[in-house]
């Protein structure tokens, strides 16, 4: 079965500094891959996904996230956070024909 | 504008009483689906639709039903066999059910049962 894990659980930054939030997957297919973003009280936003073309995948909002099945990862990550980029952030995997495995989330902590 | 639309945003119910949350999309999609969310964890695949008229259990599916008789709607009814039913629940849709497409997503229905 495939599975996704988000390594961490909350993740802080400050206005202007990197984001990097990661994710691992697990998976016996060629998968698909994607990033979601959840403001409080919302329904998800995709912010970009991967379906074996380039391994490099730009998203909305200056958002992007590298393939790399060596490391079986998918960080996601953006040069300059901004604060209407906090919010909860999901890795997805897809296990074949659109069932969809979450991760746990990362809640990313945006301060001036 | 296109979309989907869940409806109440916030919904109450005493225990022991059957509820029934709505939602709607017309974005023209073929499969629709149904997600739990608890805190601190991912969504959870209650129940899922590939074309009208047929529907499938998910991995939570113990205490809920659907029906889907339009293409546009995926009603989901939280009975009272459902052990824990406060929770935020997601509808979402896709093109169809090819894995390279992804899911769009409702604004959520927050159940409280008290």
């Known amino acids: 079965a495939q599975s996704v894990t988000q390594l961490d659980s909350h993740v802080s930054v400050s206005e202007g500094t990197p984001v990097l939030l990661r994710c691992n997957y697990s998976?016996?297919?060629?998968?698909?891959l994607f990033w979601y973003v959840q403001h409080p009280n919302k329904g998800l936003q995709l912010l970009l996904k991967y379906t074996s073309a380039a391994t490099l995948v730009k998203g909305i909002n200056g958002f992007e996230a590298e393939f790399k099945k060596s490391e079986t990862s998918f960080h996601l990550t953006k040069p300059s956070a901004h604060m209407s980029d906090a919010a909860e952030y999901f890795c997805?995997?897809?296990?074949?024909?659109?069932?969809?495995?979450f991760g746990t989330g990362t809640r990313l902590l945006v301060s001036p | 504008d296109g979309g989907i639309t869940q409806s109440p945003k916030y919904l109450f119910r005493k225990e022991g009483q059957n509820v029934t949350l709505s939602c709607e999309q017309n974005?023209?999609?073929?499969?629709m689906y149904w997600y739990r969310q608890d805190p601190g964890q991912g969504l959870r695949l209650i129940y899922y639709?590939?074309?009208?008229?047929?529907?499938q259990k998910g991995d939570i599916a113990e205490g809920y039903s659907v029906s889907r008789e339009k293409k546009e709607s995926f009603p989901l009814t939280v009975t009272s066999a459902q052990k824990n039913p406060t929770a935020f629940y997601l509808c979402?849709?896709?093109?169809?059910?090819?894995?390279?497409?992804?899911?769009?997503f409702g604004p959520g229905t927050r159940l409280t049962v008290t």
């Open positions: 639709s590939q074309i009208v008229n047929d529907f």
């Open positions: 998976s016996s297919y060629s998968p698909s």
């Open positions: 974005l023209n999609h073929d499969a």
């Open positions: 979402a849709s896709s093109i169809d059910w090819a894995s390279t497409y992804e899911q769009y």
């Open positions: 997805v995997v897809s296990e074949g024909f659109q069932k969809l495995v």
